[in-house]
């Protein structure tokens, strides 16, 4: 049997990597490598005759691959130049007043900002017009990133002029953005949107409507599982489906479109149609898509990755696709070299590669085994996408997914009903409202399992190997899966392979997963590792706890509770309202029972005791003072601290932090807050060191060097925690604070170099369990 054909492939690989290098070198640079290249390639050309004919193929792949890296860099030189044309450069560098004329480039995107600020929306769009004071008005074609502070950016549809007013900001580098925008006032519109863009606009509008009735889970999901519309949904649970592989299910990609003509295929194949056939419904559904999902620069990309893999799936001649899906790569590149660092057009291409290189074979050999063949390709086709992409998702998270191809597996028989029942209710919103929820109603049974895929395949234990991270991670896990999927053509190293395999994987497992170890045993507090911030846990009995702050975004706390498996949360307490220690509430409350919420009579910043009371709800935010008290499951809590309000000082919200005392499994923990050396001093003085003794001591402050020195002596403790961001911009924490703790006896751990960190009372005094993992800045 022939092998694939990867004639273009070298060529669209050289092309691709040189478009990379060129997007962050200056336009000499990249000029003078795409003139060595063609040099090089019309030297080589020249001796190609004089060797023999099984060299000279060598020769030629040679050729076609600096003739790729020279068009690539040289096609990349002249968008960058065009990027940093002038004047608008000098603009930018001067950080000028503009007005501008723009067409939006694709669907706006919120940014959350601090509790109780409103988000920012991030739209790209194409400048037209650039006007400024003492500039003669510029008439150009380059891009530009908004950063739109008004929530009427937020209803833009792609394909609309816009007129705003703002200031130039200096883009980041590494795409074709010339500037960034900042813009405080709504758009201007001009005109209308392209009547396709409404079109769509009508259609996706219309599936969020007849998805409200659901519940949350099932209706954040929907629309982004059939048009990749993920303003609904969930942040923990589009997590979840990150952590289990099934990200592609809700993005707009190569692998999305391909798996949506899967359907189409299989459907069409049933009635014994022809290649031409099944081809020409397929081309029909193909554009009934893009135009669902809005026909936006990444969907009509989606959609000739997902074109290409049809070719190879309809025929069933991939080696036709092939050169197909290499010319397809030179030509997106060359007309957008910006693709060459999107990482969703990475993975649109690597997930159509593994559909044309390995799921025919896969599905072949499951067939000559017997497997049915409806079967057999239902299991081959996400499982060749996921091994294609496992290398780039690997560098990208830094770990690998042990459960991402048996939940790839186990939501395929849930996603053609899903997804077909969501596109007839988008299709039918307009003319039948009441139909569509009923359709959205019947699709949500089959969305709720893939809910319940992504939500326990993120609670495997362990369920994600560590691994490096960024490139040298994404070329060793590739050339790990190339020597896996060789060697596994001979039976006998197949087997091999297997074994090897099996046993590497369960001894890379921590040996968490064969004793379970976090939490540990007879743990008194977790310091939960939330980068720049604070969120600490007490225990209150098995699944129930004591949380004390949130920590500055959702995501790590929300991890850190469900690590320690916490489900009811008895009383949240917040020690002051800075964003660091309350940005994350939301992820708190995230699918757990909390009865009550605490925090102090001190209600600056106004902001963050706002995004508190709206996260608790219907729970009352009771403000509590010295001498409050709590106690359940063998926990009692005291408030000792701030003695009385505290104005004038070096930061009045910091001073007025609650400062807790827990005790614990006959143990002491002391959680001063961000108490800094007035409120501290303060307490020592009204209270005495007796009050203030503690066997575990939370650093205040991230280890600030706002501390006062009697305060830390007084306390002794024989644990202090810190908990504090890598390589934060604030130099926390204070080495010579560090330094006295420790010369006094206390054994310091940190929450940057090892993680969440748990106190633990043990027959010999206290312990410190690590769990590692520290998050990235």
Known sequence: MAGPDLRLAGFAVAIWLSALTALYLPVPASAVIGASAFVAAGVLALTVARHRPSMRRVLWVA?????????????????????????????VREGRGVRVEAVVRDDPRAVSGSPGMPPTYLVAVDLRRVEADDHAPMRLSVRALVLGSDPAWRSLLPGQRVTAAGKLLAPRGGDLRAAVI??????????????????????????????????????????????????????????????????????????????????????????????????????????????????????????????????????????????????????????????AADVGFALSVLATGGLLLLAPVWRDALRRR???????????????????????????????????????????????????????????????????????????????????????????????????????????????????????????????????????????????VLAPGWPPANWVVVVCAVGQGDAIVLPAGTGRAVVVDAGPEPNAVDHCLRRLGVRQIVLFVVSHFHADHVGGVAGVFRGRDVRAVVGPDWPEPTGGRSAVVRAAGPVPVHEVGPGWSYAVGGLEITVIGPFEPLHGTNSDPNNNSLVLRARSLGRTVLLPGDAETEEQEELLEHLGADAIRADVLKIAHHGSAYQSPRFLDEIDPAVALVSVGRDNDYGHPNAALLTRLVRGGTRVMRTDERGDLAAVATGRGLGVVARGDPPEP
């Open 63 to 91: 050729v076609a691959i600096l003739v790729g890296a020279g068009t690539g860099a040289v096609a990349t030189a002249v968008r960058v130049g065009v990027r940093e044309a002038e004047p608008l450069a000098t603009l």
């Open 182 to 339: 900042s813009v405080r006032q709504a758009p201007i519109l001009v005109g209308r949107a392209p009547w396709i863009q409404r079109a769509a606009g009508t259609l996706r509008a219309g599936l969020q409507r007849a998805c409200e009735p659901l519940p949350d889970d099932a209706g954040g999901l929907l629309p982004g599982l059939v048009v990749g519309d993920t303003s609904r949904l969930d942040p923990a649970l589009e997590d979840d489906f990150r952590a289990t592989g099934l990200t592609h299910l809700v993005a707009v990609s190569g692998a999305n479109v391909a798996l949506i003509l899967g359907v189409v295929v299989f459907a069409v194949r049933r009635t014994r149609a022809g290649p031409l056939v099944t081809a020409l419904v397929c081309v029909m559904a193909l554009a009934g898509f893009v135009i669902l999902a809005r026909p936006s620069p990444s969907v009509v990309r989606a959609a000739a990755m997902g074109a290409i893999a049809l070719i190879g799936l309809a025929s069933g001649r991939p080696r036709a696709a092939l050169p197909a899906l290499g010319a397809g790569v030179a030509i997106l590149i060359l007309i957008d070299p910006e693709l």
């Open 370 to 512: 017997g497997w049915p063949s409806g079967v057999a390709e239902a299991l081959a086709v996400p499982a060749a996408a996921q091994v294609a992409c496992g290398p780039v998702v690997a560098g990208l998270s830094g770990a690998v997914s042990l459960v991402a191809v048996p939940a790839n597996l186990l939501v395929v028989p849930a996603i053609p009903p899903a997804t077909l029942l969501g596109v007839g209710a988008a299709v039918v919103s307009p003319i039948w409202p009441g139909g569509a929820e009923f359709l959205a109603w019947l699709a949500h049974w089959p969305v709720k399992w893939l809910v319940l895929v992504a939500t326990n395949g993120a609670r495997v234990p362990s369920g994600a190997l560590p691994w490096p991270e960024g490139v040298p991670g994404a070329l060793l896990l590739a050339v790990i899966t190339v020597a896996l999927l060789v060697a596994a053509r001979r039976p006998l190293v197949r087997k091999f392979a297997a074994i090897v395999a099996v046993a590497g994987v369960l001894g890379a497992l921590p040996v968490r």
